[in-house]
C-alpha cells in the first residue's frame, strides 16, 4: 500500500502548477503575434505565401521550444509528469481557442481555420500544436532527470 499511496501522491496535480505555466505561454503568444507579423511584412512578399507559411511555423516551433526550455530549466518547481502532460495539453487549448478567436473576430471561416491542420494539403502548422503538447513533457521530465 506504501508503493500505491507513494505513486499516486507523486502524480497527483498541484494547483499552484497551471497558473505559473501560464506565463511561458504568454511569451509564446506574444512570440507567435510576432512572428505572424514578420511573416506578413518581411516573408510573404520576399517569398510567397506557402514557403512563408513553412519557414514562418518553423521559427515558432523553434520560439516555442526555446521558451519551454528555457523556463523548464530555471523553473525551481518539481513537476510530475502528469502535471507535465497537463501544462502540454492546456497550452494547446489556450493555443487553439485564441486561434479560433481571433479568426471569428477577424471573420475568417472555421473552415479556413481548420485547413491550417490539413497536412495533406502540405500545411505544417500542425507542427505547433504538436510542439506545444510535447515540449513540456520532453523539457520539463528531460531537465528534471
Known sequence: MGLLAATTTAQSIRPFVLPYSLVPWVLMAVAAVVNGGFREIVL????????AHVLSTLVLVVAIALISFLYFSR????????EL??????WVLLTTGFEFLVGYLEG?????TLGQYNVLAGQVWILVPLTLLVSPLLFGWYLAG
Open 108 to 112: 475568417t471561416p472555421v473552415s479556413t
Open 75 to 82: 523553473s525551481a518547481i518539481s513537476f510530475t509528469r502528469a
Open 44 to 51: 510573404v512578399p520576399r517569398l510567397g505565401s506557402y514557403p
Open 85 to 90: 502532460v497537463l501544462i502540454g495539453v492546456v
